[in-house]
């Protein structure tokens, strides 16, 4: 996610930042070389959410432990994600469904705008989540997402 779309926000690291030095340690293990970079220098952030505060350009503002600062460069990446929606998925997904039915709605109010102008007054038009019903006093017919009518008929 791009920091600028976190302004405001609490965020995380989810991946290690590049490390910049040309030739890590070299560490020997088991006879063959192991590279590993300096400890906990690439992991910073990942473990401790930060505010977002301000982004310009290449420069990002945060606060961190109740101090403002800029940080570093080679943590400026699209490794960051929404503290609160990493940690509650499902709120997300809540949105998602929400913003969905909304979309929904919208797309049904034209077909129950001209059932009520041109077919019948006495028509009713209920949207929930992915169906659309359409009342018309004893009678009622249902259309779903999964029920595409066919035109060549």
Known sequence: MYLKD???KLA???AEAFNPEPFPPVHLNFGFPVFSPKPGSTRKYMDEPVKIINVKEDQVVIEEH???KLLERRY???HWVDYD?????EKEEQEKLE???????AAAEPLRRFLEKYYDPTVEVVV???VVTVKRGEYMTIFQKEEVPEENE
């Open 76 to 78: 400026i990446d699209n």
């Open 6 to 8: 976190m302004v405001g």
């Open 85 to 89: 929606k990493f940690l509650h998925p």
């Open 12 to 14: 995380i690291r989810t």
């Open 128 to 130: 929930d989540t992915g």
């Open 99 to 105: 913003d969905m039915a909304k979309e929904i709605k």
């Open 66 to 68: 109740g101090e403002r």
